[in-house]
């Protein structure tokens, strides 16, 4: 059974500290996403990793950092958290192979940034 | 980079009647076009899918329909049940789910 695994259900932070989100894959998959869930808004892309040490910017990437050191996790940073990034976090990963392009996703993490 | 608009943002209708959600998208070179389901506290899944070498698809009471021309794709869902109650969210991918652009998502809710 497919499984992606988030570190956290939810999270409260303060303004200005640093944030590790962590997503757990075990589907050997090679593509990895974190995006951000607002309402109206549906899910955004953070960042994508295609292969480990590999990222790509997705269309808000700004504030926010990635790390990919093993293929089955994804971590994503927030250097400094601020207030605007409190959200519903959601991580997700897929196969390269030609013959589906599902995404799987974790179950989210809820960040409070007060 | 790609763009894709939802409507409605909010869809109400009585059981057993038929739903349609429509997306439309702004990069021509999109050429696949998933939908997934979000139920209440849950994580979303996809639905079902199409490329773009084909026009219309359909899984039971689901069906996806792609206008390439237009740049327009829709969701219909026949016969609907209260388990239909969820939120929908559209995407378009101009490299193969690589990487997918989501739409505003529609909150249904099927009344018994």
């Known amino acids: 059974d497919v499984k992606v695994t988030q570190s956290s259900r939810y999270l409260v932070k303060r303004t200005g500290e640093k944030v590790f989100l962590e997503c757990v894959q075990d589907m050997d998959h090679e593509n990895m996403f974190w995006y951000r869930q607002d309402p109206g808004l549906g899910l955004r892309l953070i960042y994508f990793?295609?292969?480990?040490?590999?990222?790509e910017k997705g269309d808000i990437p700004e504030g926010y950092s990635v790390s990919r050191e093993k293929k089955e996790r994804f971590s994503l940073i927030l250097e400094s958290a601020s207030t605007n990034q409190t959200s519903m976090y959601l991580c997700a990963s897929s196969s390269r192979g030609r013959s589906s392009y599902e995404q799987y996703f974790g179950p989210g993490t809820r960040l409070t940034v007060t | 980079g790609e763009n894709v608009e939802q409507h409605p943002s909010t869809l109400s209708v009585q059981e057993g009647d038929s739903a349609v959600i429509k997306c439309t998208y702004s990069?021509?070179?999109?050429?696949?076009f998933p939908w997934y389901k979000q139920e209440l506290g849950k994580r979303p899944q996809l639905i079902i899918d199409?490329?773009?070498?084909?026009g219309e698809k359909k899984d039971q009471r689901i069906a996806v329909t792609l206008n390439k021309t237009a740049k327009h794709f829709s969701l219909h869902i026949t016969e609907t049940q209260p388990e239909d109650s969820a939120v929908y969210f559209c995407a378009a991918s101009p490299n193969a789910g690589n990487m997918l652009t989501f739409g505003g998502g529609t909150r249904l809710m099927v009344k018994p």
């Open positions: 990793s295609y292969d480990v040490k590999m990222k």
């Open positions: 990069d021509s070179a999109s050429n696949y």
């Open positions: 199409i490329r773009s070498n084909v």
